[in-house]
């Protein structure tokens, strides 16, 4: 059965948590000497397709637990373009080309562009340990590597009209087995208030645990809002588009009473197929750990939901 | 167009349908003990699903035994349908404690209100509810207690056991409905093939 089949690492492939925890230190350590972040590579072999990635501290709030560990967190997915089973993307992504890779900017933008991956990596990277709750009731410690979305936005200066973001994935039946039947209406779209979308904490993610993203977490480029559940987090993206109105999502789409627009982490509203007061935190077999709202960044975002009633707005 | 095992050969026989029928069960607990790794990250969800299909296979199993036997004309393979049934009320079992353990946390009052809010697990809750009997009554002595015609009334309830359980399955998945329709059309296969032999008993009765 396919569903049962997780790519399984060896032993010896598995990273110790402390060692994944240290090898900041070394990184430090490198850096004070000038020798560079190649040492990450060093601090843990780098799997076939990802690049280590030279990146910053960022400030994120932190978080009480320790980080997911990397081989958990690489192969259980939610992307159905690979397949709707957790460990089918980690079997099939690879075959997505991530290289060359564009991503179109436009809509209400002064300055609509093309911007290659390249152009990204080259930017100022930041890592940022996020908690990413998913709606099916569990959770992940996951540092991403990337930078603030509004970053990018402001090298195309969007215009007054432009009032939501609309992100748009890759869809290429060739390369991507799920897109070949109607799972979703592809290709695969999601979309951010304005205000949301500027929030320091929307980070435009490029890297995870160091390197760039492996296909199966939505390589070369996708988008982390920590304080909304996972499937708000469009993996590949290959258009980004400032809008006047609300766009409808690939998930609003598919069932528009259990998926909203804002899908904001939130005990207080249920789902109706998982109750979200509580979730697993991964590994975890049981599902003990209390949902916080807005999954635990509140301080940072409640002003934006400011006089909205979140359980019409879910 | 019958013919049977020498006698001697059905009871290594059973044992070996019972042994092979634990395999499920032995590698969720081979897996718990020695090789978490290999249930995933989210090694509770792989237990339930394990357990769950474990029931539908077991139910389907138990369902196709009459149709195979007077297909093949092999009698023998009555004496394991009690076997196939316990073994899928088993899995209802391990399905259901995994349920109000890993997800629930042993909270029956917040079990209780899950159950009727969703109506996915109030089918899934009532096909198990509806098992306890059958499972009670699968002894001989209670088929004498009963009566033939009594049990073999009561007992039907598989039937419909086994469409909630696929009922339970169709709701719970989120998109991809691939396996649920898989099962539902052996089902009703199996379903069909009674309703078409009875159908063509009262033909010839009245004929």
Known sequence: ?314 | MSYALPKSWIAPLKAIVFALSLVPLARIIYAILFDTISLGANPAETILHMSGDGVIYFLLITLAITPLRKLTGWNDLIKFRRMMGLYAFFYACVHFLSYIGFDRLFDLSDMAREIVKRPFILVGFAAFVLLVPLAVTSTRGWVLRLGGARWSALHKAVYPIAILGIVHYWWLVKRDITWPVLFALVLAVLLAYRGFKRGGRKIRAAS
């Open chain 1, 1 to 314: 059965m396919p569903r049962y089949s997780f790519p399984k690492p060896k032993g010896s492939e598995i990273t110790p948590r402390d060692v994944y925890l240290n090898r900041r230190h070394f990184i430090a350590g490198a850096m004070a000497t000038g020798v560079g972040v190649s040492m990450v590579g060093t601090a843990r072999a780098a799997s076939a397709a990802t690049q280590p990635l030279t990146f910053k501290q960022g400030a994120a709030p932190v978080l009480s637990d320790k980080p997911t560990a990397r081989e958990l967190a690489t192969t259980y997915n939610n992307y159905y373009e690979f397949g709707t089973s957790k460990g089918e993307p980690a079997h099939n992504a690879s075959t997505l080309k991530i290289k060359p890779w564009t991503v179109e900017i436009g809509g209400e933008v002064a300055k609509p562009r093309t911007i290659g991956i390249e152009d990204l990596l080259a930017m100022e990277l930041e890592e940022r340990i996020y908690r990413m709750r998913c709606v099916e009731a569990w959770s992940m410690v996951i540092p991403w590597v990337g930078m603030s979305f509004s970053k990018l936005a402001s090298l195309v200066e969007p215009t007054s009209k432009a009032k939501y973001v609309k992100f748009t994935s890759a869809a290429r039946p060739e390369e991507m087995p799920g897109v070949r039947s109607r799972i979703l209406d592809w290709p695969y779209t999601e979309g951010l208030r304005m205000d949301e979308a500027m929030h320091p904490l929307t980070f435009l993610t490029l890297g995870m645990y160091g390197e760039t993203l492996p296909n199966q977490n939505g390589a070369p480029v996708r988008i982390v809002t920590p304080w909304k559940y996972g499937f708000k987090n469009a993996k590949s993206i290959v258009r980004i588009d400032f809008v006047s109105e609300q766009p409808r999502t690939a998930w609003m789409t598919a069932g528009a009473n259990e998926y909203g627009f804002y899908a904001n982490v939130n005990p207080e509203v249920d789902h109706p197929r998982w109750s979200q007061k509580h979730e697993r935190l991964l590994p975890a077999f049981f599902a003990s750990r209390e949902t916080e709202k807005f999954n635990g960044y509140g301080a940072e975002v409640t002003s934006l939901y400011s006089g909205m009633d979140l359980a019409a707005n879910f």
